[in-house]
């Protein structure tokens, strides 16, 4: 147990569809983040709240929108996604201290688009 | 641009052998490397390194740093079918934890 909890574990969606991803961390951090993981790939960093503010926006497609209601949740909107975004989306936390910070993350949803 | 790799991407072993991975990275203003296990889904940290030389070690895993040659090895010794993971590399620069950049991690699998 991490500390981030995600949910759903896995989603099937259509290209017409509208969902959403949740993620909520017990830790008291104060940034949030979203990741992307193909196969294959490295992780790729889409989206960072840090204090309830966006501060990172990795030319990520408009199809993904992220909502930062507090500093404990964080949601991925997703509607007309494409079959190549079918990957593992991982939610992460960090306590942005200065010094030797590290990510703590969630357990993914992983996501099939047909 | 940031970059990490690291080698191999896959490996197998038999239970008992010692692992060895390996991490490169180019990073402005580094500041630390991470390392994470990826077993199902989660990653789960294991070492932070930030200075040169200094060992990190627990129980049978231990880490290394290299500032000057830009690498860090990840030592698995008595290898258990538990270890069978993929093991992922980060490094942060002067953005710290708000941009960390990950290798394409190595899967390694411990055969009984």
């Known amino acids: 147990e991490t500390g981030v909890t995600q949910t759903p574990r896995h989603l099937v969606m259509g290209m017409t569809n509208k969902k959403s991803l949740k993620c909520e961390q017990h830790?008291?951090?104060?940034?949030m983040y979203w990741y992307k993981q193909s196969a294959k790939k490295p992780l790729e960093l889409m989206f960072v709240?840090?204090?309830?503010?966006?501060?990172e926006n990795n030319s990520v497609p408009s199809r993904f929108s992220p909502e930062c209601p507090n500093s404990s949740h964080l949601f991925l909107h997703l509607h007309t996604l494409q079959p190549e975004d079918s990957a593992l989306y991982l939610c992460?936390?960090?306590?942005?201290?200065?010094?030797?910070?590290?990510?703590?993350f969630g357990s993914g949803t992983q996501l099939s688009v047909l | 641009e940031d970059k990490v790799v690291q080698s191999p991407l896959s490996l197998v072993v038999h239970e008992g052998d010692t692992v060895t991975l390996n991490c490169s990275y180019e990073?402005?203003?580094?500041?630390?490397l991470l390392w994470y296990k990826q077993e199902k889904k989660a990653p789960t940290f294991l070492f932070m390194l930030?200075?040169?030389?200094i060992e990190k070690k627990s129980g049978r895993l231990s880490s290394i740093l290299d500032k000057k040659e830009l690498f860090s090895i990840l030592n698995i010794t008595a290898t258990q079918t538990g270890d069978s993971a993929i093991y992922l590399c980060?490094?942060?620069?002067?953005?710290?934890?708000?941009?960390?950049?990950f290798g394409q991690g190595t899967r390694l699998t411990i055969n009984p």
């Open positions: 992460a936390s960090s306590q942005l201290t200065g010094a030797n910070e590290k990510l703590f």
């Open positions: 830790l008291g951090h104060n940034a």
């Open positions: 709240y840090s204090l309830e503010e966006r501060v």
């Open positions: 990073v402005t203003n580094f500041r630390s």
């Open positions: 930030t200075s040169s030389g």
């Open positions: 980060a490094v942060s620069g002067i953005q710290g934890a708000q941009k960390l950049v």
